[in-house]
């Protein structure tokens, strides 16, 4: 269930996942402020990283700069027979640019430029925390990445120029 508390009116996409109209999230199904919506569906589709985010008429980009967007990940025996990596050894990293400054980091106020060429910011941000890190073994890991960015593309690497292998896009 979605309750919704923003002073605006929002609703739930389900990026990838196979769900009947009525819990898509079309715009014209918004839930006003202060409303709720159940959403019921089955899960009808293989092993999948999948990403939600809000998708109201003219407030989604903001609703998502502003951390509204996240993972649903399907899951499958046919996956789980693959034995990858799983646990602390799984990493779900969401990326946004964002500003370097911490108090303006999720505010959404676009200039000029952005409206021309792409909200684009100074800061990567990883789940929500600027410019994170993470400590690993020389352990196998698996990360599933979404690029919840408004304009930026990434170009990923590891920092020692060691390959990885993509598995799925």
């Known amino acids: 269930q979605l309750l919704n508390q923003l002073p605006e009116p929002t609703i739930v996409h389900w990026?990838?996942?196979l769900v009947p109209e009525a819990a898509?999230?079309?715009p014209r199904f918004a839930i006003p402020?202060?409303?709720?919506y159940q959403y019921e569906f089955p899960m009808i589709q293989g092993a999948a990283t999948l990403w939600y985010h809000p998708h109201p008429h003219h407030a989604t980009a903001g609703q998502v700069h502003r951390g509204l967007a996240g993972f649903l990940l399907v899951r499958d025996e046919e996956e789980d027979a693959l034995g990858l990596?799983?646990?602390?050894r799984e990493v779900l990293l969401l990326l946004q640019d964002r500003d370097d400054n911490p108090a303006r980091a999720f505010e959404y106020d676009l200039t000029a430029a952005d409206?021309?060429?792409g909200l684009l910011r100074e800061t990567p941000f990883g789940n929500g925390v600027a410019r994170p890190m993470l400590t690993v073994s020389r352990a196998r890991y698996r990360f599933r990445i979404l690029n919840?960015?408004?304009a930026r593309v990434y170009h990923l690497a590891l920092s020692d120029g060691s390959a990885f292998t993509v598995i799925g896009n």
């Not at 402020?33 to 709720?36: D, L, P």
């Open 33 to 36: 402020a202060g409303a709720s």
């Open 85 to 88: 990596p799983s646990g602390p």
């Open 24 to 26: 898509d999230g079309h």
């Open 115 to 117: 409206r021309e060429d």
């Open 15 to 17: 990026h990838g996942a």
């Open 148 to 150: 919840g960015s408004q």
